[in-house]
């Protein structure tokens, strides 16, 4: 009945929204019938939730992130519906194939990596468990750029995913928010002789609603992500009273669309750049007004703001929104400042996603206070009172002061948006257990002394209904048969697998769902490599952002190492590897880009090495993103997660690995270390150095020589990328590679390498034992259920949101 109805739908669809003729028809135009039906099916939801959260007036949860990766959200929809089955149904009907459709799907990359998806995945929980919540976040209109290799290198391509149309999102041009740059400030006497400041802007940018519906999983409940797009305030007529200078208009619309033309592709260090702060402020701006708003339509006085509204800033990157607020409520809505400042600090929690030091922001002073000046007037006051506050509690404490001042004054003066943050929000929290321990010991040591109630931790969580449920359909159907079909959402059940574990039936199902994906990721690897990979092999997989502190390169010592030794050793009997990694860099990231290129050359020499490619091959997959993530994970025997100890604040691929029954080979950090409590120690392979060992080597000066000069092997595996070997013959591109290892190495790599080796050593013995193995990896699923992003936003909601679930009619 409901195929009936959906192939029917399908058809009005490709007739009355696409209308092309049937000469004319592509696969993509299926593929965007059947996303406006499925759409059509959830609107009835998505307005009776919307309906419901006004008229029951309960506390919404406002997840402000610059970064949604939501990935494809065909196949996800029709996950969360339950009418998966329909729709194939109904296409094959049609004539079409429901997979060759899903793939037609242009993702929406809006984000970098993990911060970006772990915001995908709590609004797919946040639905999933009922309670009422908005992302708010910026359409860019180039996300995160496709990679392409050429010649080993990584290049750049702009993704232009809106080029054939978004059927998701619905314009909300009514929804339309007012921003200032710029200008200056005035201060005035208003009717009441009150002192007031009024803020002159230089420009004025018009913020415009597209909204996405997200359905929960087996719910009626379908939240909102709202994202805005920069427009000019009246594109042409604007000159009529000025000027008169059509090219002036003209320039003020191009400057204004561009604030949400570009995603900044950084992962890590900061940029600092002016239109990066017009992002955050931008669309900021326009979510809180956009929440004022709907309060004043509710006829709920705006002193409510904080019973009504839970924001979460997602790292720094909105944390102007503390100042916003209070501007908004101080100038605008004319509240007293500390009324103001009261529900600003109920208001906001900031969630922490690094502790490395150069990714943390900081704007320079003077260019803060070119775009936001009366922003940086309302920072000086929050600052003023807060440092009285500091010194009040410790009295001649003057560098406790410095420290801890909104306003960095060594060197050129900026502001800390950690810790306008941190002084905003009336909870803080890391993102890993490890990682939360850190964030109290050293980044926000003296804001934890001041104010040791409003930190916690709050461990990162994956959906599985995306990253298993659905991109693993295989295991799904085994899961179904095994535990029932509740376990998508209790996942606890996960826990009757360990039973299942000393069964030797289930065992051998298990394996040959692992082999099936990974003939299934083979398959794509050779359509998009060439590269032919041996599914019986053992795979051992690192997909993640590249950055010199993932630790890629020690990866790559490792596959050389290996390579070394065969060569050497013919006959040594090691069992066959296939080792696959993916994964972008940011396109200014020098060493990221020559650790590509590594990959890439070591890849090329070994893959066509007949002595040794019979037992080993490396491949890098292009373009890592969502849609082939969820081909990667399914398909992992072996998760790399292999970061200096202290520096991955939690990881999530790490979790989306165990969900699918890989084995771990890590060291203990971020989330690692719980992954392997939860699992036990003895289905983990760990090594490396701890946190505070790597703190301590560090402290006493590192010597990456003394390791060089004790391990000939490892002498020789440099000696030998340095050569030329890996790249015809030319000394030149890995030199930079090899001596910043040997002069620098700030992650420990070689420090780590001995015992890195002699793990993966470890992880050959426990290959080759196939039944134990597969009981590990079924013991890695049975117990992945703390990983569920479900788990995770029950915490926010209790601990920290105080959200309840509202049913939905
Ligand atoms: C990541 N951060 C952490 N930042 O590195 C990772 O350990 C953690 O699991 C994840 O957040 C989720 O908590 C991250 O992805 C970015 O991509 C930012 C994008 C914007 C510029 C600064 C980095």
Redesign the pocket.
Known sequence: MQAAALKQAVIDHLHYSIGHPPVAMTLHDYYYALALAVRDRMQHRWLNTIQTNFDLKRKIVCYLS??FLMGPHLGNNLLNLGIEQEARTALAELGQDLDSVLECEEEPGL????????AACYLDSLATLQRPAVGFGIRYEFGIFDQEIHDGWQTEITDKWLRYGNPWEIAKPEVACYVNWGGHTEHYRDEAGSDRVRWVPYRVVKGTAFDTPIQGYGVNNCNTLRLWSAEAVESFDFQAFNTGDYYQAVEDKVVSETVTKVL?P?????IGKHLRLGQQYFFVSCSLQNLLHILELADVPVENFAERYAVQLN?T?PSIGVAELMRLLVDERRLGWDKAWAITVQTFGY?N??LLPE?L?TWPLPMFQTLLPRHLEIIYEINRRFLDEVRARFPRDEARVARMSLIGEAGEKCIRMAHLAAVGSHAING??AL?SDLLKASVLKDFYEMWPERFSNKT?GVTPRRFLALANPGLRALLNETLGGQWPVEVGWLHELEAKAGDAAFRSKWRAIKEANKKRLADYIRAHTDIELDPTWLFDIQVK?IHEYKRQHLNVLHIVTLYRRLKENPGLKIPPRAFIFGGKAAPGYFMAKRIIKLINAVAETINADPDVNTRMKVAFVPNFNVQNAQLIYPAADLSEQISTAGK?????GNMKFMLNGALTIGTLD??NVEIREEVGAENFFLFGLTAEEVERIKRERYHPTDYIASNPELRAVLELINSGYFSRGDAEVFRSVVDNLTFSDPFLVLADYAAYIACQEQVNVAWQDKEKWTRMSILNTACSGKFSSDRAIREYCDEIWNVQPVTVK
Do not use: F, I
């Open positions: 610059a970064e984000g970098n990596g993990g911060l970006g998806r772990l900044y950084n992962d890590e260090p900061q790292d990157h969630t996603h690094t990714a922001e993102v890993a990682h990162n952002r991955e604040a939690s990881g999530t971020g989330a």
